[in-house]
């Protein structure tokens, strides 16, 4: 395995940040919030910044910047939710959630490799199996924790229905993510010391 560069060090602090901005940006900003069935679903970028750490910087980049993440947030460092920190957040019934951003960025970063490419078809393969990822684990591990070690009595379908808006509001960010961001990833690559982490097929 390759060592890190301290370049990579640096994109692994950029995507921290980013992460704490998308996680708190409707702390701050109240009235981001999506109407979705009925109910108003805050708006969260920590999916899209997770996906989004996975196609610039690749599968194994991309899962360092979000472990680095969870650990800084163990750490105490108020970079999770509601400027949350601390183990407990993980242990939670959200910390699957949490957990599953080093997943998401390491999927979508291997779609990207697989394909060898950062057209729309690749990038919203590789955002829609990030999403996957993420509500699959964060999702079930939310059910096993409230029914286990919170002691709250919630079924499977209950857990999964009302994490629906939020599904929604993500595949929303995912299409988005496909439709505006290969030129733009092109770009800042070109301009940028971005690493090429895949060779293209010729």
């Known amino acids: 395995m390759e060592k890190l560069r301290t370049i990579d060090l640096t994109y692994g602090a950029v995507f921290i940040g980013l992460m704490a901005i998308g996680a708190n940006i409707s702390t701050w900003l109240p009235f981001l919030s999506v109407p979705i069935g009925g109910t108003m679903v805050p708006v969260s970028l920590q999916t899209f910044f997770a996906i989004l750490a996975g196609l610039l910087l690749g599968s194994r980049l ?66 829609f199996a990030g999403l996957i990822m993420n509500y699959g684990i964060g999702t079930n591990f939310m059910y096993i924790a409230l029914n286990t070690w919170l002691d709250v009595n919630i079924s499977f379908s209950a857990a999964w229905i009302g994490m629906g808006p939020f599904f929604v509001k993500d595949f929303a960010l995912a299409i988005l993510i496909a439709a505006f961001l290969p030129s733009f990833i092109t770009r800042l690559r ?3 010391s971005l690493p090429q982490f895949y060779t293209k097929a010729s």
């Open 62 to 127: 991309g899962a360092f910047s979000m472990l680095a993440y969870l650990l800084v947030g163990v750490a105490g460092v108020p970079v999770f939710a509601q400027m949350k920190s601390g183990l407990f957040e993980i242990v939670g019934n959200t910390g699957g959630f949490l957990i599953s951003f080093v997943f998401v960025a390491w999927i979508a970063g291997k779609v990207v490799e697989w394909r060898k490419n950062e057209e729309k078809s690749t990038l919203f393969l590789a955002s």
């Open 190 to 192: 070109q301009a940028t």
